[in-house]
């Protein structure tokens, strides 16, 4: 893997406190920046002003960049920073919990967001192209009793292809499933996932 240098660490469960998936995205995060010490790291809290699309941003959307009033470039504005983010990033960190058998609804919103033709993405005859290529992206996934992989998961290839999508198809999936069955097993098989990816350095 090349050095990341720019590390984008994004989390999603609406319940920070408590959070498994931020604990073990903390986790991943600090083998990450003890590998790669001169890493810049920006976070983002998808539960802090979360913003859904309306009719508002999807007309402004659709419009070409240079004929847009102030009013459209403003309703712009969170999407244009969130994609400046990934921009930014060649590698991101995203942690997040199956709700409902799929992502937080500010996971969505954040979706929503930074899919844009023309800038995340673009269509050809041969069907869309992503436009986020050399980056690449690990997401930590929690769930209460669903297993990755099974029927009920809509969550794990959803965001593969939603990252593939936007031209990031470099991506790892860490998993701590079924957390209410027995926790203490799932976090130490997904500390072990952290493990092979990221092993911890000899003292
Ligand atoms: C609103 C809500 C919906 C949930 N839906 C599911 C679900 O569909 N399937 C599942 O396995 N777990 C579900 N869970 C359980 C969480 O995925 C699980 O507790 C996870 O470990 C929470 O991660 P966190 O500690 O990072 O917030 C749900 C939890 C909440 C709060």
Not at 15 to 44: C, F, T, V
Not at 120 to 132: A, E, I, M, N, W
Request: charged share 25%; aromatic share 6%.
């Amino acid at each position: 893997m090349s050095s990341p240098t720019r590390i984008l660490r994004l989390d999603a469960s609406a319940n920070p406190g408590l959070s498994g998936s931020r604990r073990l995205g903390d986790e991943l995060l600090a083998r990450l920046q003890r590998q790669y010490p001169a890493s810049e790291i920006r976070r983002r809290d998808l539960n802090q002003q979360a913003q859904f699309i309306d009719a508002g941003w999807i007309s402004a959307n659709l419009s070409a960049a240079d004929e847009r009033d102030e009013a459209a470039r403003q309703r712009l504005g969170a999407s244009d920073e969130l994609i400046a983010e990934l921009q930014w990033a060649d590698h991101i960190v995203l942690t997040t919990p199956m709700y409902n058998f799929s992502v937080p609804a500010t996971l969505k919103a954040w979706i929503d967001q930074v899919c844009r033709a023309g800038i995340t993405f673009r269509y050809t005859s041969d069907g869309p192209v992503g436009l986020l290529a050399g980056k690449r992206a690990d997401i930590v996934i929690t769930t209460g009793g669903v297993p990755l992989g099974s029927p009920a998961d809509f969550l794990s290839g959803y965001l593969r292809q939603i990252f593939a999508f936007i031209g990031i198809d470099e991506v790892d999936i860490i998993a701590a499933e079924r957390m209410n069955l027995d926790s203490a097993t799932s976090v130490e098989r997904a500390l072990r996932q952290i493990d092979a990816r990221y092993p911890a350095k000899a003292a």
